[in-house]
């Protein structure tokens, strides 16, 4: 006799997209406001001014952001995601570098780094018949390899997509430009996209082998 009741989410799984969520934009936040408010900051707390200027005190307050919400990801949810976790090894990098050289470019051309590595490590596994993508969501999609392969080489190309943008703004765009396109244009991009995939995804998903089997029983 099959069961076509739906499967209940737990509390932990209920909570995870929101603490997965508040985890990424928390850092963020703390670096948009630190760098609008950067000389307040720095004339109220005087020992941020040994960072030089509002943005690089924005870069050490993302900086300690960052650490904070990966060990309350792993605290909380049990796991740091891969993601995250190489992001933040690029911003922990470069926002030393930009700090120690007083060099914004370092800091600036993170996400550049990080896109351009997400995408090197896509497309370069499908070079090789290896859908990447698939060891990433296999947990959230059941998707066919026709499937894996169509959406890792669309995620590999919007990668790319990310990385030239940011290179275009930060290069032709004042600070505060930058800024405010990283942290309120970014991720509506990233929604926008990975919302646009919902047709290919639904196009190329496969049943799991245990709903099959209740089916079949």
Do not use: C
Not at 12 to 22: G, W
Not at 92 to 103: P, R
Not at 165 to 178: H, P, Y
Request: net charge neutral; charged share 20%; proline share 5%.
């Amino acid at each position: 006799m099959s069961d076509s009741s739906p499967k209940k989410l737990t509390t932990e799984q209920k909570e995870e997209p929101f603490l997965k969520l508040v985890f990424e934009l928390g850092p963020l936040m703390i670096f948009f406001f630190a760098n609008l408010r950067g000389e307040w900051l720095m004339r109220t707390f005087p020992a941020l001014a040994a960072f030089g200027t509002p943005l690089l005190v924005a870069t050490a307050l993302f900086m300690a952001a960052t650490v904070i919400s990966l060990v309350a990801s792993r605290i909380f949810m049990g796991k740091v995601p891969i993601m995250p976790l190489v992001s933040g090894v690029v911003v922990l990098v470069f926002g030393a570098l930009s700090i120690w050289l007083q060099d914004e470019t370092f800091i600036k051309m993170k996400p550049t780094i990080v896109n351009g590595l997400f995408a090197a490590v896509l497309l370069g596994g499908l070079v090789f018949g290896r859908s990447l993508l698939g060891y990433v969501f296999h947990s959230a999609f059941r998707l066919d390899d026709e499937g894996w392969r169509k959406l890792t080489l669309r995620w590999g190309l919007f990668f790319i997509f990310l990385a030239i943008i940011n290179e275009v703004v930060w290069r032709n765009f004042s600070d505060d430009v930058w800024v405010n396109f990283k942290v309120w244009a970014t991720m509506p991009i990233t929604i926008a996209f990975t919302l646009a995939q919902m047709p290919l995804i639904m196009r190329h998903s496969v049943e799991p082998i245990g709903e099959e089997k209740k089916d079949e029983g």
